[in-house]
């Protein structure tokens, strides 16, 4: 069974950091893009990251260009996501997703950015 495991969200102020996680399982990890998308309320789910599965090129929205980080281990079945620099409009809800696994998403991890 295939799962999806977000964690590492939180209360933070603007101009903070961090790191949210995503434990991977029920299916191989190291053939799968990984993406991070995100959903504030009243508003659709966005893609904000992915990174590719063997060359591990990564692509993100312009919003968070130079803000955010995606990274794997495959290892650990894990990717990662470093948001630094924080902004109010980044308070949202933030899944992972493999590509090609239609309809999975786990729980998603709570981001909050507020003073």
């Known amino acids: 069974q295939v799962q999806l495991v977000e964690s590492g969200g939180g209360l933070v102020q603007p101009g903070g950091s961090l790191r949210l996680s995503c434990a991977a399982s029920?299916?191989?990890?190291?053939?799968?893009?990984m993406s991070w998308y995100r959903q504030a309320p009243g508003k659709e789910r966005e893609l904000v990251a992915t990174?590719?599965?063997?060359?591990?090129?990564?692509n993100y929205a312009d919003s968070v260009k130079g803000r955010f980080t995606i990274s794997r281990d495959n290892a650990k079945n894990t990717v990662y996501l470093q948001m630094n620099s924080l902004k109010p409009e980044d308070t949202a809800v933030y899944y992972c997703?493999?590509?090609?696994?239609?309809?999975?998403w786990g729980q998603g991890t709570q981001v909050t950015v507020s003073s």
């Open positions: 029920g299916f191989t990890f190291s053939n799968s893009a």
């Open positions: 997703h493999a590509s090609g696994l239609v309809g999975y």
């Open positions: 990174i590719s599965s063997f060359l591990r090129s990564t």
